[in-house]
């Protein structure tokens, strides 16, 4: 029979001589050494492996290990054996599988699960008998998982619920890769909740806790989204002859979770004193962050504040001005924002009321520039207003002075602030000066244009006059009032903001009969 040295290695053989009634004369041994010839090959385990490798391993990784065995005489060129991949389906430009002495798989370069969900790998171990030399083979399938190497995007039309935020994501759907986590910042008061649909990866933005008008006309949010993986990409740049390639790959862990810097106070209140000089202190506002330093950042509508990011202090960079458009009501209004240098910034959001104090910077002017007046037989009387843009006490009510040379034609009712016009007045332009003192004794002067005319010639006089005189005691205001007298009513002045004091009322003590121009 052909012996195996596979089954054994050597064969034993005893022999006996015996006499003539069968007794044992003698025993002799024989050992007989098989010699191998290469008659296996190395041989795997089995003939399919299957696994799953994540797309985001990084090259020179180990994938899995190999292990051929072959039943030749151990130490041996007949049972000494390497391994080689044979082929490799796909085979792509940047994923390179290699195994090495030990057995074990790995690649250069990048995976892509979304150029290649699966590999298929067929390696071969083969011995090195010198006369024949023997090689079996296995299949080795890798699978690529899909992992996060594609960002969410939000993507609205035009039209769209702006309560449902669409995010479109090319990594596959349903995974950790592609469900999408929304995040909100610039919610201060957390009125907002958003989550994720789990059909349609949407964001679904609720209120939770009812808005304050009062608090806000417009809410400003920022709402950003990822992945429940983390990110990574990566890319070949170049392919080195020898050892692992040079690729560019980024991995983004996340390790903390970023919370929004809070302010001690969201709502603060200061005062400060009109035409303050610059530098003044007004406040101070600290913000706490659990997560990191913060840096500050705010809204001053007129520019007239700064903030130290370092110490939170606010001093005025500019001359504070009560009678200022952004004052509102008296109240000066500074949106802070403290946002923190995590990624995505977060913002925390202070709002700081500055009462500005008043000062007496204005002098009373009159509403109106100029008056008409139609000659009469009677006295006429017309009503004058003033206003002042400085407050309680720096406002009215007002004290009117006629100046000058006026005494025959022009008087001021003394009960109620009337200019009164007495009938002596030729027509044609007149000047009055005026001297209207606020409850302080501030007091501007102002020249007074009044025109006189005949009203059933002419309806109004004031375009044939447009002289402007000039004067004031805080070297303010210029005026013009025309005043016109009418037949048998009196014309008033017309208030044109009643913000201001009513000084006369208009009455008529002798209508006028006539309304002709005087010689
Ligand atoms: C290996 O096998 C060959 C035949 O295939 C044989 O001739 C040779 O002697 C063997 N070598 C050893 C070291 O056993
Ligand atoms: C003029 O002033 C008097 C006194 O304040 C007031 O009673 C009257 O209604 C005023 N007339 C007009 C037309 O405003």
Redesign the pocket.
């Known amino acids: 029979r052909a012996v195996d040295y596979e089954e054994n290695t050597m064969l034993k053989l005893k022999f006996e001589a015996r006499k003539t009634d069968l007794s044992i004369e003698t025993t002799i041994g024989v050992e007989i050494s098989i010699l191998d010839i290469n008659d296996n090959p190395p041989r795997f385990q089995r003939n399919l492996f299957d696994i799953s490798v994540d797309e985001e391993t990084t090259q020179g990784s180990h994938l899995l290990n190999l292990v051929a065995y072959d039943r030749d005489q151990r130490g041996t060129p007949n049972s000494t054996f390497h391994y080689e991949i044979k082929s490799v389906a796909p085979n792509l430009p940047d994923t390179k599988f290699a195994i090495d002495e030990s057995g074990s798989i790995s690649f250069k370069g990048c995976l892509d699960h979304e150029v290649a969900e699966m590999f298929t790998v067929v390696v071969e171990a083969k011995d090195h008998g010198d006369v024949v030399s023997l090689s079996s083979s296995t299949t080795v399938v890798i699978h690529v998982e899909d992992g996060n190497n594609h960002l969410p995007t939000i993507k609205d039309e035009i039209g769209s619920s702006p309560l449902r935020l669409h995010a479109s994501d090319q990594d596959a759907p349903n995974g950790r890769a592609w469900r999408a986590k929304y995040t909100i910042q610039g919610d201060t008061g957390e009125h907002f909740k958003i989550k994720t649909d789990p059909d349609t990866n949407d964001g679904i933005l609720t209120v939770i806790k009812p808005l304050d008008f009062e608090a806000g006309a417009q809410v400003e949010l920022t709402i950003s989204v990822e992945n429940e993986a983390p990110y990574f990409s990566c890319k070949v740049r170049e392919k080195t002859p020898s050892g692992l390639w040079k690729v560019d790959s980024v991995v983004i862990e996340v390790e903390d979770t970023n919370d929004p810097p809070l302010f001690s106070a969201t709502v603060k209140e200061a005062a400060l004193e009109e035409n303050a000089p610059v530098g003044t202190w007004v406040e101070k506002v600290t913000a706490v962050d659990a997560d990191s330093s913060q840096a500050r950042d705010f809204v001053d509508p007129a520019g007239w504040v700064t903030v130290d990011p370092q110490t939170g202090d606010i001093t005025t960079s500019d001359t504070p001005d009560r009678e200022s458009p952004h004052v509102v009501n008296g109240v000066y209004t500074v949106v802070l924002h403290a946002v923190d240098d995590g990624k995505p910034p977060l913002t925390g959001t202070a709002t700081m009321n500055i009462y500005v104090t008043d000062q007496n910077d204005n002098v009373p002017q009159p509403t109106v520039d100029y008056v008409d007046v139609c000659l009469s037989d009677g006295p006429t009387t017309i ?1 004058i207003t003033a206003f002042d843009l400085d407050a309680n006490p720096f406002g009215g009510p007002f004290t009117f002075e006629l100046l000058g040379d006026v005494d025959r034609n022009w008087k001021l009712n003394p009960s ?1 602030a ?1 200019l009164v016009k007495e009938p002596s007045v030729s027509a044609g332009p007149h000047t009055i000066d005026l001297k209207i003192s606020d409850m302080q004794g501030v007091f501007g002067v102002y020249s007074l244009s009044v025109t006189a005319c005949d009203c059933s010639v002419t309806s109004n006089c004031r375009s044939r006059t447009a002289t402007k005189a000039v004067s004031g005691a805080m070297g303010i205001v210029f005026a013009l009032l025309l005043l016109l007298l009418c037949k048998e009513e009196s014309i ?1 002045l017309e ?1 044109r903001d009643s913000s201001g004091e ?1 000084l ?4 008529i003590e002798t209508p006028g009969t006539d309304c002709q121009v005087a010689a």
Not at 504 to 507: E, G, T
């Open positions: 009503n109620y009337g008033f208030t009513t006369l009322v208009s009455n």
